[in-house]
């Protein structure tokens, strides 16, 4: 792990912006500076690179996603974040997945493009360090996963080849500076009725969601596609569906209480996907 991802030169220290390299031992990275700057690696292999201070999602909150996530039930949006990446060139440049969570998108992609490499990262510690456990669980050398903030992505400029954003903030600002030239950001967001089935056990009154606020403005929108179909969420998944939304710090305690004795919830999931370009 880590060393085709540090051979390409895009890992930068978050306090000087120099390279980062992988040390004789293999336990930190550190970069070349003249005061060598030292990140230990965490036993999974993740590393801290968070110079901005924050927290990100607890550990139950990264554990329910990862439950429903690895039951299958977002495998229509997984199977097309693969299509679009298919056609994109591997050019050595990683994909960087900003906000990776638990890394289950990045995971599953590195799967898939074995020739790609992968660099997933999050402020929440419990996420990045599940990601990390779980991509050498898997045997997989093309994905790296640090904590830290989008704000400041420890990344160099024009280093990625592509943008993974998968309901997290888009930082346009960040991603304009370490996507290259000909790069490729891949949006995903909320479409108009996703998870109305688990609203309308929420609440009394649904709306369908709104826009998000945050899209780029100065990448140039290629291409949209939607994504729409209806699951039926089983057992525990239910509320673990639930803790992944921001219905859950905002939900009345009746809306909770209705939801918590659902043995299975049929609802609407309508993603948005788009694909912006630099050039």
Known sequence: MWTGLLRTGAVICPVCGRPLSLSGDEKSLLCGGPRTHVFDLGRSGYVNLNS?????DGRESVSARRRFLEAGYYDTLLGTLRSCLDPLP????????AGCGEGYYSRKLAAAFPDRLFFGLDLSKSGVDLAARSARAGGLANADYAVGNLNRIP???ASAGCILNVFAPCFETQFMRVLRPSGRLILVA??????????????????????REDLPGCLRL?????????ITVEGGHVMDLFSMTPYYWRTPLSGRERLAGLESL???????IRIYGKD
């Open 222 to 230: 290629l291409e949209k596609t939607s994504v729409r179909t209806e």
């Open 90 to 97: 591997a050019e050595g440049a990683p994909v960087f997945d």
């Open 190 to 211: 909320a479409g108009p009725d996703h998870l109305m089935g688990l609203k309308e056990r929420l609440y009394e009154s649904t709306y369908p969601n709104g826009e």
């Open 266 to 272: 049929t609802t609407v999931i309508d993603f948005e």
């Open 155 to 157: 990344l160099a400029d």
């Open 52 to 56: 901005g201070g924050g927290d990100g």
